[in-house]
């Protein structure tokens, strides 16, 4: 067998969690330098800035959520790949022991963590033969936030906004544009999209997230293809959704299309849309020992070049600062826009603490909390819990429960990213409470303020989906629907709305 085919995967997963490629900082870098600076979409880079940086020299995860480990591995004719198979597994599991990867793998029927990232289904390894000898390992790690804003379109289709999209590659582009509008701030934007022209319903979504191994600056081979993907780059920054959706210049970092044959019957446009976390690395192996000779997308010998030439997240001053347990007063002096450093005692809670709480009573008292949508990483050290990547989830997934645990139970700040609807923002009016948006993906950022894990609760919900007490220190996030019924997320979506039209002709 080959001696260090587990250790090169190891280091695959390792290094794909913790350091994004270098064309994907190229493309942050961009977003940056293009974002005028004071603006929420400015401040929300610099933060991710910092966040690639802390996540690159403290080996910890960008973002929390490690997504849906997906290997593409070539390999020479003869090789076993059962064994390959097994030997990637394992070192799943153990960059998942390590805090590398969270524990992602939920089974679909019982809701159960299997803890170590396996599990039927998971991690997807998907095999190919070819004719080289060497072993060709890419990874990609594309979480769920990002995988929900993915799209399929059944052509000819009415689109909101664009009219009708038919079987053109003017009928392509129609639906690119819908699902990157549809995506706002949910997919935390600035994303990348993979599109996949034809195909059936399962082959156009593989192949479109195929499209995600491409290079955010390749030339597209087929010129018919190349014209769309530029016609989108050129245009779809107008939409002004900008980062996390908070408005700005800069709300795509790239578009890459493939086609596949059809039925006559059947003309599917699939998009996978991956967030700025844009973690995909490869290697390539020598077959005989499984070392790496080489990295893809990478060049180890190039030092890696820091995001930010200067100080990160910085105060300006207008900051308002707040601490929990909240009042009501505290929180109605707030409005859409203002810039919060929360501290004190804050309690996560996403998917499945909503469930239990739709039937349950608490397991502690949340009057005037504030509840982080987050699942955390978290590592135990004897007997203590320390968290090493904590940036939020997507909140909407919430919305058919927090109405009513704001009204029951007295939450006072609901803290996540991509904003929640009407029926949240009309509770948070009436009972008094602010939805803080902090920056999806930055788990190495938000990790730091968090001082302390002082208990936890719901823990047989596996540890992202356990309800974590912790206690945090100026956590930044921007308030972005208030207690008077303001919303920064709707006012983005109607106004980028009225662009999406403008675009459509
Ligand atoms: S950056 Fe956002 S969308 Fe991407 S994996 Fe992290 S939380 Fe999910």
Not at 309 to 317: A, K, M, N, P, Y
Not at 421 to 430: P, Q, S, V
Request: aromatic share 6%.
């Amino acid at each position: 067998m080959l001696p260090q085919f587990f250790e090169s995967a190891l280091q695959l997963i390792v290094r794909t969690s913790t350091d994004l490629p270098p064309d994907v900082r190229a493309a942050m870098k961009t977003a940056l330098v293009s974002e005028p600076s004071g603006t929420r979409s400015s401040q929300a880079l610099t933060i991710i800035a910092e966040n690639i940086d802390l996540a690159v020299n403290n080996e910890g995860a960008i973002c929390q959520d490690t997504g849906m480990p997906t290997f593409e591995v070539h390999v020479p004719v003869d090789a076993n790949q059962i064994w390959m198979r097994q030997q990637i597994r394992e070192a799943v599991k153990e960059a998942t022991r390590r805090g590398k990867l969270r524990p992602n793998s939920v089974d679909s029927i019982t809701g159960r963590n299997s803890g170590d990232n396996l599990g039927p289904g998971t991690p997807i390894i998907h095999f190919d033969q070819w004719e080289r000898d060497e072993i060709e390992i890419k990874l990609i790690l594309k979480g769920g936030g990002c995988e929900n804003t993915n799209a399929q379109y059944a052509l000819p289709v009415e689109l909101p906004h664009l009219g009708r999209a038919d079987r053109t590659l003017d009928g392509v582009r129609k639906c690119i544009l819908h699902a990157v509008w549809s995506a706002q701030g949910k997919g935390c934007a600035p994303g990348a999209v993979g599109v996949c022209v034809g195909g059936d319903r399962t082959s156009g979504y593989l192949h479109a997230k195929e499209q995600l191994f491409r290079t955010l600056d390749d030339i597209n081979p087929d010129p018919r293809l190349a014209e769309v993907e530029a016609s989108i780059m050129s245009t779809v920054n107008d939409l002004d959704i900008g980062t996390m959706g908070f408005g700005g210049k800069v709300t795509l970092i790239g578009c890459k299309i493939g086609a596949l044959n059809r039925l006559p019957a059947s003309f599917f446009v699939s998009v996978a849309y991956d967030c700025w976390a844009f973690r995909r690395l490869g290697v390539l192996l020598d077959a005989k020992t499984g070392a790496i000779n080489r990295w893809l997308y990478r060049d180890p010998s190039h030092p890696i070049i820091p995001m930010l030439d200067q100080s990160g997240f910085t105060r300006t001053g207008r900051e308002v600062t707040v601490t929990a347990p909240l009042t009501e007063e505290a929180v109605r002096s707030l409005k859409v826009g203002d810039v919060v450093l929360l501290s004190g005692r804050m309690f996560t809670g996403r998917d499945e603490v909503h469930a239990h709480l739709a039937k349950h009573d608490p397991p502690v008292d949340l009057r005037g909390s504030a509840l982080y949508h987050c699942g955390p990483v978290v590592v135990k050290e004897g007997e203590a819990w320390r968290v090493t990547a904590a940036g939020p989830t997507t909140s909407i997934r919430e919305e058919p429960y927090q109405a009513d645990v704001i009204k029951r139970y007295g939450v006072r700040a609901v803290i996540g990213k991509g904003g929640m609807g009407a029926k949240t923002l009309a509770a948070m009016k009436e009972h008094g409470a602010v939805y803080l948006n902090a920056i999806g993906g930055a788990a190495q950022f938000y990790a730091q303020s968090i001082k302390r894990v002082d208990g936890v609760s719901l823990l047989e919900f596996g540890t992202p989906e356990a309800m974590w007490h912790l206690t945090v220190e100026n956590f930044p996030a921007i308030v972005t629907m208030d207690a008077h019924g303001n919303s920064l997320h709707k006012d983005i979506e109607r106004e980028s709305g009225v662009h999406l039209e403008a675009l459509g002709v």
